[in-house]
């Protein structure tokens, strides 16, 4: 069952990636690419910890615990990342082409960091309790990187969202 979950997952990682990848040779905007390609990055590292792991597996039929490598987000990267796009908000020299380009390249990772998200919250949920919390650990990572994308996508859509939250509430309280 690990060995199948393991795979499954080094399948998803691969797929994000790529989409990653090919975001990075296509987006627009500059610091838009920077985002994807560390995003991509990233993923690759997971690519090559799951390799490692199966490896390992086979190898010696166990798993030890590991930390997993992750560079985003934490807490002073989202930060940086909020004060860059603010900083980009303010220029405004994008095309509408350009943007609807990108929107379409974001919202296709959005869309795989939800089903890798899921897949990884699936294994959480089915593994024994000796692997869960190497599941859980990939469902928070996921859900991070999510959460920059959509936050990516809010800038670019000027939707008055920042990480999910609106930017301004014209309802009385």
């Known amino acids: 069952m690990l060995e199948n979950a393991l795979r499954g997952a080094l399948e998803y990682e691969i797929k994000v990636r790529d989409v990653y990848r090919n975001a990075a040779r296509e987006v627009q905007d500059q610091e838009g690419r920077k985002v994807v390609e560390k995003l991509a990055s990233e993923e690759q590292e997971h690519v090559n910890y799951l390799v490692g792991l199966l490896k390992e ?15 985003l987000p934490d807490s002073d990267a989202l930060t940086q990342h909020v004060n860059v796009l603010k900083h980009r908000m303010s220029g405004g020299n994008t095309s509408i082409a350009e943007i609807e380009s990108d929107v379409s390249i974001l919202n296709r990772a959005i869309e795989v960091e939800q089903e890798t998200s899921g897949f990884y919250q699936q294994m959480a949920d089915e593994m024994p309790p000796e692997h869960k919390d190497l599941f859980k650990r990939f469902v928070e990572i996921e859900k991070g990187h999510l959460a920059i994308v959509k936050a990516e996508l809010d800038f670019l859509q000027g939707a008055g969202f920042w990480f999910d939250f609106p930017e301004f509430n014209l309802e009385s309280e």
């Open 57 to 71: 597996l086979k190898e010696t039929g166990v798993i030890r615990s590991q930390a997993i490598p992750q560079s």
